[in-house]
């Protein structure tokens, strides 16, 4: 009867090793399982047999036993897969002492075991492998990713400046370049705020372009700058700061006010506003 029991635990654990979860990866708690079940086997066996008989299949629970571990071992435990063979080396010598290690299939299950550990390694230099050509191809659709948005980006830029500068230069085609003095002074705008796009393209949106311009229209010379201090927020992030540009600009008169987004700086904005008759900045923010 512990033979039949022993059989009937031995079939549990190899199926159970082999479909446990999906993938290659079995469960901790069922590897940690089959393996205290496997030292049970090896008890029930070696306490039915009432004397050492070598030569025989007394001892086919040492294959059996070996075949489960291997198994356990491949799906990603080889700790667990090795102690339980060696409890059940430790098992086999209390049984029959050192005369039985060549002859009972220790020696068999030591090579199992050894070519599922050098399954296991190929396994996971294999899935590591995968992960990296996976991360890789990632980053390289991400770099496409962002390439093509770049030129959305740009291509958007391009056409809204076409827009706004198409009726200024409709303009000056027709007068043959002759502009009256409201026409220059709306093209010079319309030349800086062009420029403003270029430079200093994530310090813009519509209440700090409005902002510039009527300081520029009150003859304030204003210079916009964008060195990346902006680059990693977001527009939601980026709102505050740019609605303290607009409530400092307001207050400035005359002058020049230099607006620069530093990057690598304790702080991400600042500005300065200048007067040629002033030793001293008239407004100086660091944010």
């Known amino acids: 009867m512990p033979v039949v029991v022993a059989l009937v635990i031995y079939l549990f654990c190899l199926i159970w090793s082999l479909l446990d979860n999906d993938g290659i990866k079995m469960r901790f708690s069922a590897a940690l399982l089959i393996m205290l079940l496997t030292i049970f086997i090896s008890y029930l066996v070696f306490g039915s047999l009432a004397e050492v008989r070598q030569s025989s299949f007394t001892t086919w629970h040492v294959a059996a036993v070996s075949t489960v571990l291997s198994v356990i071992t491949i799906r990603q435990y080889p ?63 991400m770099s496409i990713e962002v390439a093509n948005a770049s030129q959305e980006v740009r291509a958007q830029r391009l056409n809204q400046i076409l827009k706004d500068v198409f009726p200024l230069l409709s303009i000056i085609s027709e007068n043959e370049g002759r502009l009256n003095d409201q026409q220059r002074k709306s093209a010079l705008l319309l030349e800086a705020e062009l420029r403003d796009r270029i430079r200093a393209p994530h310090l813009l949106n519509e209440d700090v ?51 620069r987004a530093a990057k690598g700086d304790d702080w991400r904005l600042t500005m300065a506003a200048i007067r040629k008759d002033k030793d001293r900045p008239e407004l100086f923010v660091r944010l």
């Open 79 to 141: 700790i667990l897969g090795w102690l339980g063979f060696f409890f059940l080396v430790a098992q086999t010598l209390m049984w029959g002492g050192f005369d039985v290690v060549f002859n009972s299939g220790i020696i068999g299950g030591a090579i199992l075991i050894s070519v599922s550990q050098a399954a296991y390694w190929v396994i996971m230099s294999t899935s590591k492998s995968a992960e990296d050509f996976r991360k890789k191809s990632l980053e390289i659709d």
């Open 209 to 259: 372009v409005l902002a510039v311009r009527l300081a520029r229209m009150r003859g304030v010379e204003v210079q916009l700058l964008d060195d990346g201090g902006l680059d990693d927020l977001d527009l939601e992030q980026r709102t505050p700061y740019l609605a303290e540009i607009c409530s400092r600009l307001s207050v400035v008169q005359a002058g020049k006010v230099v607006i």
